[in-house]
């Protein structure tokens, strides 16, 4: 587990250095920090129920700008603002159309300094969660989506979700990654080589057996949100178009109702926690509400061909990141050995 300096604090020569370790756990993420002072270890696991759980931490003084660090709102310029707002802009349209925003939004958002993993991660979902439920109302007032397959599908995700949170918990992400990885490029060959595929909706299952795999579909997908998380919406619309049967566009506008419910189910868990920037996810969320807005009219008008091409590039992205990850996380370590 990565261990970085996060402080140091100097008072009548005795230095105070704090350790940060971060580990993820689904949904949520775990910030644990560890203190060094006088030669002893102290583990606070998380700043914000630090004196809660140890007692000892209440005898510890951290330096003066602790908070402002934290929260990294304080050195937060004008520049890194803007450039979060347009990544968010442009995330919304990516997820309105085929999913996979949060490639783009989390990685600038931790571009912002002094701002930890896990707050990055919060704040995201709020932003996100003013996108999907911009594109979701879109698509429902435009594209007339079955609301049964939706709704079912959404509540199991939302299920799933924390059942995949639980199991991070256990099991490390890194364990399922090359699998992803692998199944991501059958995906993408599959989706390139047969055109004719998410063209126009034929319904493989009818009845119970069509809300059985959709229910089915729901709850591995919620379990993927919770355990690793990127990608979630694009996963849903293949899953929708590959399995079931949907063309791109009504599997698109699904995904978005699904996608709201596995987003409100990370904040159901991150707001307890403290860990939401309130005031930038609300700046994010109305940039990421434009570009959904923006992105689910498009998808609508332009149809499934527009969103197929989108969908491809988003999985090729996707494949980029998840390998990366893949190589730092499961290779380099054995070759380092």
Known sequence: MARTLFAEHH?????TSVYRDLGFVGVTQAADLHVRCHGS??????PARATNDNPRAQNL??????????????ELTWGVLAFVIIAALFAGWVDAVVGGGGLVQLPAMLLIPGITPVQALATNKLGSIFGTATSSITYYRRAKPD?????IMAVIALIGSFVGAFVATIL???VFKPIIVVALIGV???????????????????GKKHILTATALGAVIGFYDGMIGPGTGTFLVI???GLIGYDFLQASAKAKIVNFATNLGALLLFVPHGSVLWLLGIVIGFANMLGSYIG??????????????????VVAALIVKLSIDVWSENIAPLLTR
């Open 188 to 206: 993408a060959l599959f989706t390139a080589f047969k055109p004719a595929m998410g063209a126009q909706a034929m319904l493989r299952f009818h």
């Open 41 to 46: 270890t102290l583990d606070l696991p998380h």
């Open 61 to 74: 003084t951290l330096p003066s700008d602790y908070a402002q660090r934290v929260l990294g709102i304080d």
């Open 239 to 241: 899953s929708l178009v």
């Open 172 to 174: 490390p992400a890194s």
């Open 147 to 151: 609301m049964r397959t939706a709704t």
């Open 11 to 15: 008072t009548n020569g005795v230095r």
């Open 296 to 313: 689910s009219r498009m998808a609508i008008s332009r149809g499934t061909k527009f969103i197929r091409i989108v969908f491809l590039v």
